[in-house]
C-alpha cells in the first residue's frame, strides 16, 4: 500500500477528531471531563462502546486466532450476553443509586479505606497493562504499513500515537470520548464490511446466503469444544465470558463511566441491552472474516504469515485494492484510539478521585491543573509500558489481554463479589495483602493444573480461581459479631 495514501487517510481522519474535540470541549465546567455532564444520549454511548470494546484485539487478533483454535472464541461471546444482564440489572442499579463518578468509591462505602485504594489500584494496574498491549498491537501494524517505510523508528511512532490522544482529550474528557467513539466504531465496522465484501467478490460469492453458506462449511467455522481438559471447552469459555465481562466492564471504571454519563438509569440500562445484541453480531462477523481471509489466501497462493496476528493487516496492504487498504488503516487507527481514548480518560478520573481526592483537597480553579498533568502523566506511562510489551510478546494479543484480566482483576472480582452478597465486614488494613496473594496462588495452580488436577488445563477461568480465591480471603478475615 503506498504510504502518502495511508498518511493522506490519517490526517483525514485526525482532523474529523480535532473537529469533534473541539466542539465537544467548548463550555465545558470543571465536572466535564468526568461525567459528561451525565447529559449523553443512551444510543450514542452504546454504538460507541462497540469500537470500546472490540479494539484493535478483535479487529486484528480475532481473525487471525480463526485459524488456530477455529470459533472457539465465540464461545466466550457466548458468555458475555450474561455477563452483561449482571451489569444491567446488578451493577449498574448500584452505581446510579450512590450517585458514583468512581466506581471503586463503594468500596469505600462497603468495607473502608484500604480496600477502596485495593480496588482502584488495580483497576489502574489492569487498565495500564490492557489498553497498552491492545495500543501495542496496532502500532505495530501502522509501523508496518507506514512508518518503516519512513525510517521511522517504533517508538517515535508510539510517542506520536498516544501524544496525539492526549490533544484532543486533555480539555473534554469522556464528553469527547464519546463522541470520538461513535466515529471510531462506524470506521471499524466499514473496515470489515468492506474486507468481507471484496473477498467475497474475489471468491466469486456475491450473495449474501452463499457466504454465509461458504463460512459455514469450513472446518474452521467449528463453535463448540466439549473436551472437558482443554482449555477451550465450552463451558470453561461461557463461564469464563461472563466474568470477564463482568469485571471487564461492570467493574471497569472505563466502560462504566461512559454509562454514568447517560441521563439516568434506564438509559444506561438501554444503552446495555442493545449494545449486548450489536456486540454478539459484530463479533460473529469478525469471526467470518478470520475464516474468509483464510480462504483467500489459499485460493490466491499466498503464504500466511507465521504470527496469525499478522494475516489480516497483511492481506489488506498487500493484495488488496488501495480502497480496502485505504479503509483498513482508517479501521485499525480507529480501533487503537477507540480504546486509548477512554482509557487514559478513565485512568485520570480514577487517579484523581480515588487516590488525589480532587474534590475535597482542591479548590475548583486548581482541580482543572491538577487534572491536566494527572492525564498527561498517564499518557507518558502507557507510552513506557507499550514500548515494554514491544519486547516481551510473543503470543497472540487476544490471548495476552484475558491473561492480562485474569491475574490483575481477580482481585476486583472477589471484593465486589463479597461486598455485594454478604453483609460482613473485613478486616479492612489486611485486604491488599489478599489481594496480591490471590493473584500468586492462582499463578502457581494454573501454571501446574495439568500434574495437579489429572490433565485438567486452565484457560480464561482463572479469573474465576483468582476471584474465588479472594472472596474465600474475605471472609476468612471477616470481623465476628459480638
Known sequence: MDSNLALISIISYFALLFLISYLTSRKVTSDTFFTGDRQSPWFLVAFGMIGASLSGVTFISVPGEVGNSNFYYFQVVMGYTLGYFVIAKVLLPLYYRLNLISIYSFLQHRFGFWSYKTGAFFFILSRTLGSSIRVFLVAGVLQLILFDQWGIPFWVSVLITVGLIWLYTHRGGIKTVVWTD???????????????????????????????????????????????????????????????????????????????????????QKNMFWFTIILVFVNLMFLALGVLLYLYAEANGVTIPTRSDDLYPFLATTEFTAFAGVIFVLGITAAAYSSADSTLTALTTSFCYDFLEIEKKYPKEKQIQVRKAVHLAFTGLMFLVILMFKWINDQSIINAVFIIAGYTYGPLLGLFAFGLFTKHDVKDKLVPYLAVAAPLITFVISKNSESLLAGYKFGFEALILNGLLMFTGLYLIRKRKL
Open 182 to 268: 461513535t466515529l471510531q466504531t462506524l470506521l471499524m465496522l466499514l473496515a470489515v464490511l468492506s474486507s468481507i465484501y471484496l473477498i467475497g467478490k474475489d471468491l466469486g460469492i456475491i450473495r449474501i446466503s452463499e457466504l454465509i453458506s461458504t463460512v459455514a462449511n469450513d472446518t474452521r467455522s467449528e463453535v463448540f469444544n466439549w473436551d472437558w481438559r482443554s482449555g477451550q471447552n465450552f463451558f470453561k469459555q461461557f463461564i469464563s465470558g461472563a466474568f470477564i465481562t463482568i469485571v471487564m466492564t461492570g467493574l471497569d471504571q472505563d466502560m462504566m463511566q461512559k454509562n454514568l454519563t447517560c441521563r439516568s438509569l434506564g438509559d444506561a
